[in-house]
Structure formats: C-alpha cells, structure tokens
C-alpha cells in the first residue's frame, strides 16, 4: 500500500473518534456498571494498531483504557514484524505484542480441526511445547515449531476480550483461498475463544456478556472466484426469502430486489450488504449476536493508491451472548432474543445506507489536534 | 624460534558459551552502545511472551565494511571504534563479544546499523547448532586444516537506510525455548510480581525477598543489568553518609539511559531505614603501581547492621571497571579469609576501578583470574579495609546493641514477674531487686492493704549461668510465694500455676 501515513490520515482519525471512541466508552461503561472493588476490572483491548498505537493512546487519552504503573497491561496487539512489535511497546509500555501472521498463527492447527483444538492449543494433550524434546535433535526447525506452538497457546490464554479491532487493512477474501477464505476460519475461531471466562481473581471467573468488533476490510477485490459471489449472493437472497419485507426495503435502495442482477450492477453495495450480513451470521452460529438496538454502523471512505483508488469499509458492532448461552440450552434450542435480534439487524443492515466519510465532513482542525495530543502521548510514553 | 598457536576451534568452544547468564551477554551489547556514543538503549523480551529478544540503540552505528571485518575475523579483537566516541566517556566494550553471547540464546539474529549520514545496512547472522561432539569429530562442515566457520550472515540488498534512526539493532530470529520456558515460567512463581514501570517500585519489592531466584528468572535479568550496566542509582540519597554522591554525579553526566521493556533502569542499591542503622565507609581514591602499571580505585563499604541485606544478591563487593561491573556482587567478598558469620550477609560495596584491572579480565568479561597481580592487589587493600576499617566498628556496635538488647530483655522479664506476683497476690505488687549479697532466696511481702512489694534475690549473687540467672531469681520468688499457702497440695498447685503464668512470659 505504498507510503500512506494511515496514523496522520484524518478519514481515519474520523472513524476512530466518531465510530470506535463511543463504542469503547460504552463497553467500559458496562464492565464497570455495578461492579463491585472485587469485580473491577480494565477493558481487554485487541488490536492491530501498528507502530504509533493511535486507538490504544486515543483510549488512553480519553481515559477508557487505564494504563497501571504496570503499563498497559490489558493491551493485546499483533504485527507482522518484529521491528513494529518493538516499536509499538515503545508506545504503549507494558502491552503484549505478538508477531507474525494473524491470520496464519489463529489457523495453523486447522488440519487437526475437532472439538479437542483448545486441548491441543492449551498442551493438555501433548505437554508443554517449550520442554525438551526427548528425541529430537536441538535444531532451528525443532525450535521454531515450539515457539509457534507456544506462540498460539500464549495469544489463546489472552482471551477473551472486551473490545476486538480487526484493523487489518486487507481483503476479506483471497481469491487464492477456498472458501470461506482463512480470514472468515480465524474470524470464526476467536468468536470460539471469546467463549472462554474472563480470570478477575484467582477463584473468579466470569463469562462475557458481550463484546465489542471493530472490522475493517478493503472493498473487493474485483476478481473473486465465482465460488465466492455465488456463496455471498445466495446468502442475500436467502434473507429476501425469509423476510419478504426485505425485498421493498433492497427496491427503495438499489432499484432492484434481485441480488443476483445487484450483484452485477452495483458489486459495491452488493459487498457492503454481503460482509456485514456474513459477519452478522458467523456471529450468530458462535452463539453471539448483534445488539438490535445499535445495529451494525458502516464507515466507507476512498483511498488514492498507485494512480487510482481502493475503498475501505470500517464496521463497528456491538455484540451480546445468547442468552441462555448455549451450554445451558437444550440441543437444538435456539435463543429465541439473539433469533429476533438477527432479523432486527438485518432489516437495518438493508435499509441504513453507509456514513461516507470524505473531506467535506471532517473538522479538520478537531481532528489534526486529537491526533496531535495521542501522539504525544505515545513520545511520552516513550522516553520512558 | 617456532611460534605456538591456539587451534581456532578453542575459540568455537568459547563461542559456545560465554556467559553464565542472558544479562551478562547483554550487557557487552549495552557496552557497545555506550561506546557507540548512545544515549538510550532500548531492550525488549517481548514480556511476557518472551519469544523474541531485541536490544536497540541510538548511537552511531557502523558501516557494512566494518561489519563485515568483524564478522570475517574481528569478533573480540577491536577494542576501539573508528570513529564517533565520546571523548567524556572511557571504551568499555569490545566490539562483537556480545553478539557471539547473545548467541547462546538465539542463534540466530538480524542486525541493522545506521550511521548519521544515512549510511546503514541489514544483515542476518546464522551460527551453527555447534553440538560439542560435532567440534571434537572434525566434521569436515565446520573445520577445515585451521579454520573454524561458525556460522554465516548474510546482507539484506533490500534494507532501506533511514537517516532519522541512527542507531543498531538486534533482533533475535531464533530464540532458544529453554530460554523461554524458564522465563515464562518464572512469571508463575509464587513470590512473582509483574514489575512496575517505575524502577524504584521494583527495588523496593526486590528487597522484600531473600533471594532473587523467589522473583525468578525475568527479574534477575532485570536486576543484573541494572547492577552492571553503567546507569546512576535511584537517586544520591539511594545509600547513607553521601557515599555515593560523588559517583552520581560522574554516572549521571554521561546522559546514558537502559530501558527494559519499558522499565527504565537504575543500580538496584537503595539502602534506608534500617533500624539498626548503617555503618558506612568511604574508600577514598587509592592509587599504586603494580609491576610498572597504575590502579587506582574509589568506593565504598555498607553495613547493614543487625539485619540481613535483600536480595541476598545485594551482599558482597562489586568491582566496576570503568563504571561497568563485572560479574556482579561477589558474596566471599574477593575470598576473604576471615570467617564472619551472619555479618557477611550485612555488606554491600561497590570498587570503581579507574585505571588498571582490564588485564586480570577473563575473556567472558563477566569474571576475573583472581591470581593476576592487580586483583591480588585491590584484594589485599579491599580485605585490610574490611580488617581495620569495616569490622572492628561493626563489632563494637554489636556490643552496644547487645547491651541495649539486654537491658530491655531484663526490664520486660522483671515486668513479667511482677504481673505474675500481682495476679497471684490479687493487688498490685512492685519488684525489686535485693541489694545485698546473701544468696539465700528471700521474699518479703511489705503489705499495706492496696498493694504490695516483693524484694527478690539479687540476680547476679545467683550461681548459675548469666543468661539463667534472671529466671532463678524468679522462680525462687514464685517459690516462696507458694509456700505461702496453708497446705502441701496448695502450694505445689500455686507453684505450678506461677510457673507457667511465668514461663508464658519469658
């Protein structure tokens, strides 16, 4: 993505402080309401944030994350590299930085797919991945493994979290990929892993009654394999045949009902109606749902790029637990709220069109000043 | 006249395994940033994952020629750098050690060095999986007639130098899982805390634990870098007496900074509060010549009095050579012979060696050859110090301390005796002690109708030990205030009943 300065870029800083800032204020509003001294605790925060941390400053700007004399002690981020991971807990000291693949690192024991994966990942099954081998020779490759072994176990333990920023700046799919792509299987694993309690002390544990998503992808890309699209359009049109009042709402806003011609004369809408309705479902067969209340919140902005442009969709959703969570129903039973709360969310997902955030809506001077104060205090932070 | 060498595969032994722990092969990168002219130096271990290892500096950076000479042959050889010291600061390392130490936890790593002009480079360094049996087999992989390759490197053509970070970095690929197992498991040890931010915090939950093994491995690498690196301590106050006033200000002009995972540290030494107080002594600047050369050292001695030092890694003198210790505190106190019991755990010290001593170096840097002539020296100034400035102070104040100690054991045991007698004699009875010399227990009650007065047996006419002379006394009385009662029975029943309120007491 050539030399674009993502940390100045005010579309973005716009995101943050319209889209992300209130949906993390509100989440640590409700893991603070009523809590008791001996059930406070700090918002668990995932993010991809890169080298200046803006979002987790920004947080801790405005007094959402709070840093102990211990540093950031509930920041979980990830980057490729190791010079960025560095870098970044320069910033935010005290943060736990993991690096490498996300994507790749949440999927690597996909091949033993089963209900025992968390086993495995946990080392109940094979033992600590970082003892001595008795049989194999002390080599690079036999090292390796065992750090990427304990790398997945350690990024597992972490969970769940309050706030998930899936910043990833990337496509959904990969037209290289099999359906569903790996991004949708590591999507689909944290949702499992969001499952796991929250450790406040030693003998209390506490299940999450929701969380916070923050997503982003690119718009595209242009050549997706017909497996894909057919996937996505068929998964529209299944909601058009369940819910006939969907097809006026798609009318009044495409001029058509028929996702299959959407799809050929206008792919962006198609795509901005088809990721969040996917993400909306993986949710839902992971035993969470969508608050209705707020629905999912879509941000579209355009990006110059080697002589054109790319856009970039930002989706904000808030997200509760089915109630009652799935190891206290019966097989087969479904929550009858996250049902309707589902079919809430759908209609406004087809009916609210996008915010599209461009030049003319940013306060330019608000914006560059918020930026500037996050900054700061990611230098202070710095010089330690 | 035939020359005699060392086979290259001695120094593939060495580069095996240099240090006894991560800190001290850490500490020669911190020494070369220090020469580098760096004014912070950044490590991070990834905590609490610890499945990478960087150390990254501000300073000068060198160029891909001088890698390469380094690489090719000049690891340990070069004592000065080119170009860009600090002429306020004394050389201290010795370039490409500590990227050979840092091996035996990672080996392999990428390195990147910028200069100011923007000049810089990337390469990765690969060492060998050296396995001893493979260097004793000749393995024709490795040793060729007289030459030893332990590993390879390779540049980066790709590396973009940005001239705003000057500077090196070394970012370990290939960290060991010993290393991390030990490291990650010590973060579940019963005594383990997630060090604050705030070094001060850390000293002072330092030293509320016997021994930093109960911390684990995470903090004494934090501890030990501290100790050794050449940084001020928390603040001139952090040791009584102005000791090391002078030492602050010296150590605080250099503008040098270590930061671990954000922790910015300091020398780990904070000593107050003590209720025994401290014994301190300063070793003013003491030069002589030994075999023609001139060492000359400064320091200072601390004791601790009455009360063991924590950590326990905290006891024992420090040598620094040139503001950087070497090894770290050495608990026998440079082998000194004379055995003093708990009082050696009451002592810390610190040798600021000016000039000299870099000879009696061991090729780890980490430890010295204890016969070379210079250490003999410091050793025998260091244990005549100890002799004849040290412990004669300490041990008078152990007397004294002890003469205190028994005279309020005495009063607390008379008081002991006197709330027995009261409760016995059902008012209040004052004890005192007889003045005259007759062995002869005699307890006289003096009665006036709301209290009474119990005269006892002068202690020291008793002829017993000392230290039970003050409970024969006491039972004496006990006794003859149970013979107080009317029959036989009653006053083994009160005589028993008084001994035990008494012994309950004592």
């Known amino acids: 993505m050539g030399t674009f300065k993502y940390e100045r870029d005010l579309l973005k800083h716009f995101i943050r402080t319209d889209g992300w800032l209130p949906l993390c204020k509100a989440r640590r509003k409700k893991i603070r309401y009523k809590a008791t001294a001996k059930n406070l605790r700090d918002l668990r925060y995932f993010t991809f944030c890169a080298i200046g941390a803006i979002d987790v400053l920004m947080l801790d700007v405005h007094n959402i994350l709070n840093p102990t004399d211990r540093g950031f002690e509930t920041v979980v981020f990830f980057d490729k590299d190791k010079e960025s991971v560095i870098e970044t807990q320069t910033r935010i000291p005290g943060s736990v930085g993991f690096v490498g693949d996300f994507v790749k690192l949440v999927t690597s024991l996909d091949g033993d797919d089963g209900p025992d994966i968390e086993r495995v990942i946990e080392g109940q099954s094979e033992g600590d991945f970082l003892a001595s081998p008795e049989a194999e020779q002390d080599t690079a490759q036999v090292r390796r493994e065992a750090r990427d072994r304990e790398q997945l176990r350690q990024f597992y333990e972490r969970f769940p979290f309050d706030v998930i920023n899936l910043d990833l700046e990337e496509y959904v799919f990969k037209p290289s990929e099999e359906l569903p792509g790996k991004l949708i299987k590591a999507f689909r694993r944290i949702l499992m892993w969001q499952q796991r309690a929250v450790k406040i002390s030693e003998h209390n544990l506490k299940l999450l009654d929701g969380f916070s998503l923050m997503f982003t992808t690119k718009i595209g890309p242009g050549n997706l394999p017909e497996d894909y699209l057919h996937r996505l359009q068929t998964s529209l049109h299944d909601n058009l045949q369940r819910d006939n009042g969907l097809n006026a709402i798609l009318e009044g806003r495409a001029g058509t009902a028929d996702v299959a011609a959407l799809r050929q004369t206008n792919f962006e809408l198609f795509f901005k109606l088809a990721i969040p309705k996917l993400l909306a479902q993986t949710l839902m067969s992971h035993d969470w749902f969508i608050d209705p209340e707020k629905g999912i919140t879509i941000y579209e902005f355009e990006r110059p790029f080697e002589g054109g442009s790319y856009k970039m969709l930002h989706i904000v959703l808030d997200i509760k637990r089915h109630d009652p969570p799935k190891h206290l129903r019966l097989d087969g039973e479904r929550s009858a709220i996250a049902a309707e709360a589902y079919q809430a969310v759908i209609r406004r997902l087809f009916a609210n069109a996008e915010i599209i955030v461009s030049d003319d809506r940013l306060d330019k001077v608000e914006l560059t000043a918020s930026l500037d104060a996050i900054v700061a205090r990611g230098e202070k932070y710095r010089e330690g | ?506």
């Open chain 2, 1 to 506: 006249m035939p020359k005699i060498r060392v086979h290259e595969k001695a120094l593939a032994h060495l580069s095996r395994g240099l240090y006894r722990s991560p800190a001290s092969a850490l500490r020669e990168l911190v020494s070369n940033a220090w020469d580098a002219t760096a004014s912070v130096v950044r490590i991070n271990t990834n905590y609490p994952n610890f499945l990478q290892l960087s150390i990254q500096d501000n300073g000068c950076g060198f160029t891909k020629e001088e890698f390469k000479v380094l690489m090719e042959g000049g690891i340990g050889n070069s004592r000065k750098r080119s170009d860009g010291t600090n002429p306020t600061r004394p050389v201290i390392g010795r370039l490409g050690i500590g990227m050979l130490g840092i091996a035996q936890i990672c080996p392999s790593f990428t390195i990147s060095s910028v200069k100011s002009d923007g000049e810089g480079f990337r390469a990765r360094v690969v060492l060998y999986d050296l396995l001893k049996k493979k260097l004793d087999k000749d393995d024709d992989t490795i040793v060729t007639t007289d030459v030893i390759h332990i590993g390879t490197y390779e540049f980066d053509k790709a590396f973009e130098a940005d001239k705003a970070k000057t500077g090196t970095l070394i970012i370990g690929d290939d960290i060991h899982p010993t290393f991390t197992k030990a490291f990650r498991d010590s973060l579940e040890f019963e005594k383990f805390e997630k060090p604050p931010l705030d070094w001060a915090k850390c000293v002072r939950i330092a030293s509320n634990v016997h021994s930093l093994q109960e911390l684990g491995d995470y903090w004494r690498l934090l501890w030990e870098l501290s100790a050794c690196c050449p940084l001020p301590y928390i603040s001139a106050s952090a040791l009584p007496s102005e000791l090391i006033a002078e030492d602050q200000r010296r150590l605080e002009s250099y503008r040098f900074k270590v930061l671990v995972d954000g922790i910015q540290l300091a020398k780990p030494v904070h000593l107050k509060s003590n209720p025994g107080g401290y014994t301190t002594k300063k070793i003013k600047h003491h030069t002589q010549k030994v075999y023609g050369n001139d060492l000359s050292f400064h320091g200072y001695i601390a004791v601790q009095e009455g009360l063991q030092l924590k950590p326990d890694e905290l006891r024992g003198i420090l040598i620094r050579i040139k503001d950087v210790g070497i090894g770290y505190y050495d608990q026998s106190m440079l082998d000194y012979r004379v055995n003093q019991g708990p009082r050696s755990r009451w002592i810390t010290g610190e040798l600021f060696v000016d000039q000299g001593l870099e000879d009696a170096l061991n090729i780890d840097r980490d430890s010295f050859n204890r016969f070379h002539p210079e250490f003999r020296a410091i050793q025998e100034y260091v244990h005549k110090f100890l002799q004849e400035k040290i412990f004669p102070v300490v041990y008078e104040k152990i007397e004294v301390r002890s003469a205190v100690r028994d005279d309020t054991k005495a009063k607390a045991r008379k008081a002991q005796l006197a709330r027995v007698l009261t409760k016995a004699a059902a008012k209040p009875v004052s004890v005192s002690y007889s003045g005259e010399e007759d062995v002869r227990p005699k307890v006289t009650l003096r009665g006036k109708e709301d209290r009474a007065e119990v005269v006892v047996p002068n202690p020291e006419t008793l002829g017993t030990k000392k230290k039970n002379q003050q409970l024969a006394a006491s039972i004496l009385t006990i006794f003859e205030m149970a013979m107080r009662e009317r029959d036989l029975e009653s006053q083994r029943e009160k005589f028993k009943q008084l001994l035990l309120d008494l012994l309950s007491g004592w």
